[in-house]
């Protein structure tokens, strides 16, 4: 069977577990890492030395746009980059897994969904929460109806986050891009994506504590959706605690907190009952399922089918997001969908 051609954009943290699940997939090949500045040809070097393989170093993304033996690729750049860069690998007709964000303003969000649903590639945008073990499990439950209807759901992302970029707002763009949109995927997941959200409030805190930061780090926020189903997202990149993933999912005839359940189904007695499979309770990259979403992702363009985390999927997932940060800029509930 011919194998998949894939490169690899920004050989750094990230891209290390991206190469790790290309490199387990048989139906891959690495052919191509593309880096822009001098630290990440060793790194590249290192990859391929880890991992035993060897791959053309490009410098451009335009140099890898041109190449015919390219088939999909890995944006794993910092986040301002991965709007131009996406959308120059879908206008060449390569498939494309982003990274998270997506983009960083609406406007991107936009152009990069149209241009998906022109160009008929595969896209996947990279929420790898969707991927733990103990997530799947307890998205099956939940779809299963042992829960009932879903009425409510909150998700927070709360993280002490550390890194020059991850602070500024011209490339990391903001809190809820910078890690609260895994959060706002988790909501809108575990509520339904059927149900779209029509409305947002959200209040913004300034630093409190770190001097570092050039955009407000903690954010919290809350949707109405179709069904009446409301949702409630916190971000905060500033707390002085270890990392926490905190998920609770609300129906009418059970609930999901974290990584444990609770239902009609099963004795009151019970109480919470736990799925001892990975939850997201690690902010290391070592422990999030990549290979799993690599897998996920290659069997989309293997077989032609649509991720559910497409583009032009997620394109509702950063809309809720920019919706938020415009009703906390302005103090005032925003509907949706956006107009712009
Ligand atoms: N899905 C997840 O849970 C998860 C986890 C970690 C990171 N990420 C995302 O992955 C992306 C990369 O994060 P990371 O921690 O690996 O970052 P990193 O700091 O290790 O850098 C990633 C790459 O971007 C390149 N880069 C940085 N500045 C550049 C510039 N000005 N021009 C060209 N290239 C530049 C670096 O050289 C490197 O190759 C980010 O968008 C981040 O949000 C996602």
Not at 84 to 105: D, M, N, R, S
Not at 244 to 251: A, D, E, I, M, T
């Amino acid at each position: 069977m011919k194998k998949l051609g894939v490169a690899i954009i920004g050989p750094g943290w990230v891209a290390g577990e991206h190469v790790r699940g290309y490199c387990g997939d048989a139906r891959t090949e690495i052919r191509a890492i593309v880096g822009m500045v001098p630290e990440d040809k060793p790194r590249a070097q290192q990859y391929m030395a880890k991992h035993g393989f060897q791959a053309e170093y490009l410098e451009s993304v335009e140099q890898l746009c041109r190449r015919k033996d390219i088939d999909a690729v890995s944006i794993c750049t910092i986040n301002f980059l991965h709007y131009e860069q996406a959308l120059a690998c879908i206008k060449a007709g390569k498939h494309v897994f982003v990274e998270k964000p997506l983009c960083l303003t609406q406007k991107e969000n936009r152009t990069l969904a149209d241009a998906a649903k022109r160009a008929g590639v595969q896209t996947h945008v990279g929420h790898v929460g969707r991927f733990y073990p103990a997530i799947v499990g307890l998205k099956n439950f939940r779809d299963s109806g042992a829960i009932g209807e879903v009425f409510y759901a909150e998700s927070d992302y709360w993280h002490e986050i550390l890194g020059a970029w991850k602070v500024k707002r011209r490339t990391s763009g903001s809190a809820l891009l910078m890690g609260g949109c895994h959060s706002v995927d988790m909501v809108r997941w575990m509520i339904g994506e059927e149900h779209e959200a029509v409305e947002v409030s959200a209040m913004s805190v300034a630093p409190r504590w770190r001097k570092d930061f050039d955009f407000d780090p903690t954010l919290s926020l809350m949707a109405k959706f179709s069904n009446g189903a409301v949702g409630r997202v916190s971000c905060s990149l500033e707390c002085n605690m270890p990392y926490v993933f905190h998920l609770q999912v609300n129906g009418t005839k059970g609930t999901i907190r974290n990584n444990g359940f609770y239902s009609d189904m099963f004795p009151k007695s019970q109480g919470f009952m736990h799925v001892t499979s990975t939850y997201l309770d690690d902010w290391n990259v070592a422990h999030h399922p990549f290979p799993e979403e690599v897998r996920y992702f290659v069997d989309c363009v293997a077989n032609g089918t649509e991720s559910m985390l497409s583009i032009p999927r997620a394109f509702k997932t950063y809309e809720l997001v920019f919706a938020a940060e415009l009703a906390a800029s302005k103090g005032r509930i925003v509907k949706l969908p956006l107009k712009a």
